[in-house]
């Protein structure tokens, strides 16, 4: 396929930033064909064009990356997604893994790094930026595996505890004794690899809120 036949959407708040993505793409031969300063627009440009490729910021106004993925493949949207963003830490890699997310490239990468995503990814493949440790990637496959351990019931309650439902309310809405409840917890935590302290497993499901509910 030939540069000028890719379609891509770019969207990104920070006006420098996205200008300096759109005219290494122009100059390089490739066909934007939308862009977006907020997550809100970005979705709408998404859903309305369908381009092969999305270029997305994660800290956006009113919807976040994240979201807008989430939001336009739950549309049927086809659209490979590559996000670029400052962040490397494991939580943010553990969400891209979550979200199955085709593309991971940091803003410090080069052009050239850019261009070799394109391509895996249109290709049919993963494609994480060089620039990031295997370890984050690693930590990150291994916590969505650790996720996947837990069984129906438990997931369910860990989805609970992640929106800040406590353990009497989690109980009676599950029709379960307050014993059962903590049994489960004790085994979330065994399964996750937590540490087993107070408040230990409330505390990582705020933390990996996200990650849990789109579970």
Request: hydrophobic share 40%; proline share 2%.
């Amino acid at each position: 396929m030939n540069k000028n036949e890719i379609t891509i959407v770019t969207a990104d708040d920070h006006p420098m930033l996205l200008k300096g993505l759109n005219d290494e793409l122009l100059s390089n031969g490739y066909n934007i064909i939308g862009q977006a300063s907020n997550g809100i627009q970005a979705l709408e440009v998404i859903l309305k064009l369908q381009p092969q490729i999305a270029f997305l910021d994660i800290d956006m106004p009113i919807l976040t990356g994240f979201e807008v993925i989430k939001m336009a493949r739950e549309k049927g949207a086809k659209t490979k997604f590559i996000i670029l963003s400052f962040h490397k830490e494991s939580y943010y890699i553990v969400q891209a893994k979550t979200f199955q997310i085709d593309g991971y490239l940091l803003k410090e990468d080069t052009f050239f790094e850019i261009e070799h995503c394109i391509n895996e990814v249109l290709n049919g493949h993963i494609y994480f930026s060089k620039s990031i440790d295997e370890q984050p990637i690693n930590l990150a496959t291994e916590e969505l595996k650790r996720l996947k351990l837990l069984t129906l019931s438990e997931s369910k309650i860990l989805k609970l505890i992640a929106q800040e439902i406590s353990n009497q309310d989690i109980a009676d809405s599950l029709s379960l004794s307050i014993r059962t409840i903590e049994k489960h917890r004790s085994n979330i935590i065994d399964k996750l690899n937590l540490k087993k302290e107070n408040n230990t497993l409330t505390n990582w499901a705020l933390v990996n809120r996200s990650i849990i509910l789109s579970q």
